[in-house]
């Protein structure tokens, strides 16, 4: 036990790094945030003078564009200041799901500003006006594009660097963003030398693509929110952490549920030998919990316990033949919780079936009759499984 305290005192302080950081990540969002409102808001003011000026829808709502950003990033403050309250009684596993609430809302934002500029600009479309443009409200505009671009990067950037869907979401729209304005200043060039005006066309098709983006983000946050398979790079590190500490000879049923970005629980299954005492299971087990938690800061909930038969040469034979006859069915991943009574005559098992397979349940018992009539002696029960971090 003297090295699970040893684990456990270190984990007080890793704890502390933990908490620490989640601070850290929390002000990089909201200081990326206020420097993408103050952007926008200086574009959008820049740009509305100077639509209004040139009587140039695309440029107009270009400024409206720019203040939809500016609203995402507000929501995106209150989202991460949301996300960051401690758990309660109400919400035992904290609120970091708020997030992706606010990384939805996001894209809705983005999606309306979408259709209404497709509204406009099919108005244009149908009553045209002429554009009248002026060499500074070019350079405006062609200033604009270079700021949306680096904003667009910075924003992004740092959304991938500490895992904000929100952040992620306000700098692909602010690179959408950039290639609308490139997309006007290029219309009102060519207005300006063939005296055709093409910036409704332009508006039109624009408006298009924001309403595409608004839907991919969308999507993408409801994927997440109704929880998606765990990341594969994740699970194989937990299972491999577990898998060297001696005795644990299979990691099974591995699960992770996520409540808000790099902040998961879990559970999972390990084989240990029929040989374990219950003191060393419980060792094995705390010791697990630790290392898991100090490394990928996930919190194991529970570790359930397959015993592996070892002490009877023939129950371990009677395994390996029943394992030969689950790997020759191509959608089966995985045999595990194998136990064999003989006093009962029956054989516990468990069979995961990929979900690749046509018929995931008919796959199963076929492999189960085949166990069956291979030994006709026993009684079989077996659970068709899932591996939830299937790749």
Known sequence: MAAVKEKISGLAAEEGQAIQQSEDRDKQIVRTSVIGILANVFLAAFKAVIGMISGSIAITLDAVNNLSDAASS??????????????????PFGYGRVEYLSAMIISVIVLYAGVTSLKESVTKIIHPEAADYTMIALVIVAAAVLVKIILGRYV??????VNSDSLVASGKDATLDSIIS???????????????SLESWLGAIISIVIIKSGIDMLRETISEI???????????????????YPGVSGVYDLVLNNYGPDAYNGSLHIEVPDTYSASQIDELTRKISVEVY???????????????????PHIVEVRKQIQSIANKDPYVLQMHGFYLNEDEKTIRLDLVISFDAPNRKEAFQNVVAQIKEAYPGYQINAAMDTDFAES
Not at 185 to 194: G, H, K, M, P, S
């Open 226 to 244: 109704l929880g998606e398979r765990a990341d594969k790079d994740l699970a194989r590190d937990i299972k491999k952490t577990v898998m060297s």
């Open 294 to 312: 100090l490394k990928y800061q996930v919190i194991l909930t529970a570790i359930s316990v397959y015993s592996l038969n070892t002490k009877d």
């Open 156 to 161: 992004e950037g740092v959304g991938h660097r």
């Open 74 to 91: 507000v929501i995106t403050i209150a989202g991460t200041k949301l996300a960051g309250k401690p758990a309660d009684k109400k919400h």
């Open 182 to 196: 490139a997309s006007t200043l290029i219309a009102a060039v060519i207005y300006i030398v063939t005296k055709v």
